[in-house]
């Protein structure tokens, strides 16, 4: 009883705070305990607990929620090579600096209407989106502040940001430094 109504309450919270990080711990993570709980408490047909099984089942659901919540608390990693501007981590991607038609800074993060094929956790957005203005994008955001827009020769347009500010413009102004392109808006 007590279970069901913290898993409701911490569900609304998370649902009105726009909170991933809330609904996955209060929502999504209990149910699977949950079942690893009504099972454990059902006995084989020996008579012996299923408690190991059920810690077992328990310990790599755990185990499998780790990854989520690092790369919703884990920063944008950018390298600059010679030519090419690498970004790494999950959904990484290579830009050849030759590649790219225009860069701008954008005020904020774009809203997103529809993930293609990405994760999205909080303010974490990695991968292929489609933005609420119908423009297919990869994005590699982890703030909802100002954002670099890099658009490809061959159309396809990026949008990536740190937590901060002030790091997304750094890498902004190494990034026009480097590739030698500018398209302010």
């Known amino acids: 009883m007590y279970a069901n109504t913290a898993?409701?309450?911490?569900g609304l919270v998370s649902v009105f705070s726009n909170s991933?990080?809330?609904?996955?711990?209060?929502?999504?993570?209990?149910?699977?305990?949950?079942?690893?709980?009504?099972?454990?408490r059902r006995k084989t047909d020996d008579g012996r607990s299923r408690i190991k099984t059920a810690l077992i089942a328990g310990t790599i659901i755990a185990l499998?929620?780790?990854p989520l919540l690092y790369s919703q608390y884990s920063d944008l990693e950018v390298t600059f090579g010679k030519e090419h501007i690498e970004i790494n981590g999950l959904y990484g991607e290579t830009i050849n600096y030759a590649?790219?038609?225009?860069?701008?800074?954008e005020r904020q993060a774009p809203d997103t209407k529809?993930?293609?094929?990405?994760?999205?956790?909080?303010?974490?957005?990695?991968?292929?989106?489609?933005t609420e203005n119908n423009e297919q994008a990869t994005l590699f955001t982890h703030s909802d502040s100002c954002c670099i827009r890099i658009v490809n020769n061959n159309g396809n347009t990026i949008y990536l940001?740190?937590?901060?500010?002030?790091?997304?413009?750094?890498?902004?102004?190494m990034l026009t430094h480097k590739s030698g392109?500018?398209?302010s808006r």
């Not at 991933?20 to 690893?36: E, H, M, N, Q, R």
């Not at 590649?99 to 800074?105: A, K, L, N, R, V």
């Not at 940001?161 to 102004?173: D, G, P, Q, R, V």
């Open 20 to 40: 991933d990080v809330l609904l996955y711990t209060f929502v999504c993570f209990p149910i699977p305990l949950a079942v690893c709980y009504a099972y454990c």
């Open 114 to 130: 529809k993930r293609t094929n990405g994760f999205a956790l909080g303010h974490t957005r990695l991968g292929h989106f489609i």
């Open 161 to 173: 940001n740190h937590k901060t500010a002030s790091k997304t413009l750094t890498t902004y102004e």
């Open 64 to 66: 499998l929620s780790v």
């Open 181 to 183: 392109t500018i398209n």
């Open 99 to 105: 590649d790219i038609m225009s860069i701008s800074i």
């Open 7 to 10: 898993m409701f309450i911490g």
